[in-house]
């Protein structure tokens, strides 16, 4: 069973960064599929960034430009790099993690298999 930990959150004024981690349990980092999605209050959750297995990455538009996503294998950690917050960025920050399926990570970020409990980005 995979598990997630995430740190990082906090409150920042618009336009300032914010670097958020996820220390994962085991070798998920290096073998499988990892992401970020948030939940602002009232909303659906939005997939923000992920690393498939093969090494892919993608972005949310809202944040293309403004977030990087990384990983530390030898830390098993996760990471996303914000800059240039906005007060719609305002939400919980999610860590996801799901295995291959026959080598791909083709479910959305949404919808991973191992979720962490969030850390709480505010931007005013």
């Known amino acids: 069973h995979v598990q997630l930990v995430e740190s990082g959150g906090g409150s920042v004024q618009a336009g300032e960064s914010l670097r958020l981690s996820c220390e994962a349990s085991?070798?998920?980092?290096?073998?499988?599929?990892m992401g970020w999605f948030r939940q602002a209050p009232g909303k659906l959750r939005e997939g923000v960034a992920r690393?498939?297995?093969?090494?892919?990455?993608g972005y949310e538009d809202s944040v293309k430009g403004r977030a990087t996503i990384s990983n530390d294998n030898a830390k098993n950690t996760l990471y996303l790099h914000m800059d240039s917050l906005k007060p719609e960025d305002t939400a919980m920050y999610y860590c996801?993690?799901?295995?291959?399926?026959?080598?791909?990570?083709?479910?959305?970020?949404?919808?991973?298999?191992?979720r962490g409990q969030g850390t709480q980005v505010t931007v005013s």
């Open positions: 690393i498939d297995s093969d090494g892919t990455i």
């Open positions: 085991d070798y998920t980092t290096t073998v499988g599929c």
């Open positions: 996801v993690a799901d295995r291959p399926f026959n080598g791909y990570c083709s479910r959305p970020v949404v919808d991973f298999a191992y």
